[in-house]
Each structure stands twice: as C-alpha cells, then as structure tokens.
C-alpha cells in the first residue's frame, strides 16, 4: 500500500486556490485607490496621496464640532482622520498651509496651530461612519481636542468654522 498525496489531488487543490486566490488578487489591484489629495511643498513639487495611502497612516478618531461666526455650533459628529502634520512629514520646514477646497475657498493655517497637540488638525476622510467618497463633504479639515468642541474664544479667532474646510483638494506648504 502506497501513502502519500496522488498528484492529481494536489493539482486540483492547486486549481482551487487559484481560482480563488486571482479573482480577489485582480479586484484589488484594480479596484480604485479613492479620491486623491494634491499636496504642494515649499520649492513647488507637488504629489497626490490616495484615500488608500491616507488610511495607511495613523488616524485619530473623536468626536468634534465647532462654533461659528454667530455662534453657533456646528457639524457635531464623530470623525476619523490623519494629522497633517504626520500627512506631510514632522521634519518638513513651513511656516503655514494653506487649505484649498473645490469650490476656491481657502485658508491659511499657521504652523504653530497644525503642531498643536491640544488642538489636533486632521485631514478627516471619514465622518460618522461614512467615508469619501461616501461622505459629501470630502476630505475635510478638523480640529480635535480631546473634549470635542472647538469655540471661537478658546481658539482665539473670530470663527472656529473657518478652518474646518470642506472638499479639500491641495495642501500647499509656505515657506519660513
């Protein structure tokens, strides 16, 4: 009596996999790598980040909002994101960013505001579960303190909801 596996039961099995294994290798190296980032650095190089490269990096995950011009408070949620500052590099040299979003709005965030570890900056690409493109405000800028609000007096601006843009497309790095 002869032991062992018979070659044709371990081509077979070979088959299986294989018939298994290529249809899920194909989908994702097809499946697109979601909406894209421009980011611009100081000399003018600019370079594109996927929703797929965002994810990969760490995230902060919190609930916020924000108080507005008049007062009011706003786009109250739970939201995940990446820090900008681990976004473009912690030995990059800047003096501020300027956020522009899809419709033309922008502002410019000073870099002592982005490094701020009471008031974390991200990149939010995800909002109360939904993700972009999902999501209908796109990637967005968030502050996230640890108590989730963000009020005009204790940001000491005159609106906390003009740094939370919406539908960013490009960072661009100023130069000191």
Avoid: H
């Avoid at 002869?2 to 077979?12: F, M, N, Q, T």
């Avoid at 600019?46 to 990969?56: C, F, G, K």
């Avoid at 760490?58 to 108080?67: I, N």
């Avoid at 701020?116 to 996230?144: C, E, K, M, N, T």
């Amino acid at each position: 009596m002869r032991r062992g596996i018979r070659p044709a039961y371990l081509v077979a099995f070979l088959a299986l996999i294989l018939v298994v294994v290529v249809p899920i290798v194909v989908r994702w190296s097809v499946e697109p790598a979601g909406p894209a980032i421009g980011i611009v650095d100081t000399v003018g190089r600019e370079w594109t980040m996927t929703l797929r490269e965002i994810e990969r990096l760490p995230r902060l995950c919190r609930r916020g909002s924000y108080e507005n011009q008049f007062g009011n408070w706003r786009d109250g949620g739970d939201y995940c994101g990446v820090l900008l500052i681990d976004l473009i590099g912690p030995e990059t040299g800047y003096a501020s960013m300027a956020v522009v979003a899809e419709d033309g709005y922008r502002v410019e965030i000073e870099r002592g505001r982005i490094e701020d570890p009471s008031y974390p900056v991200v990149l939010a690409f995800s909002f109360d579960g939904q993700v972009v493109p999902d999501w209908i405000d796109g990637y967005r800028i968030a502050v996230l303190p640890e108590d989730g609000e963000v009020s005009n007096a204790e940001y000491g601006v005159e609106s906390a909801g003009s740094y939370w843009v919406k539908n960013v497309v490009r960072l661009i790095l100023q130069p000191e």
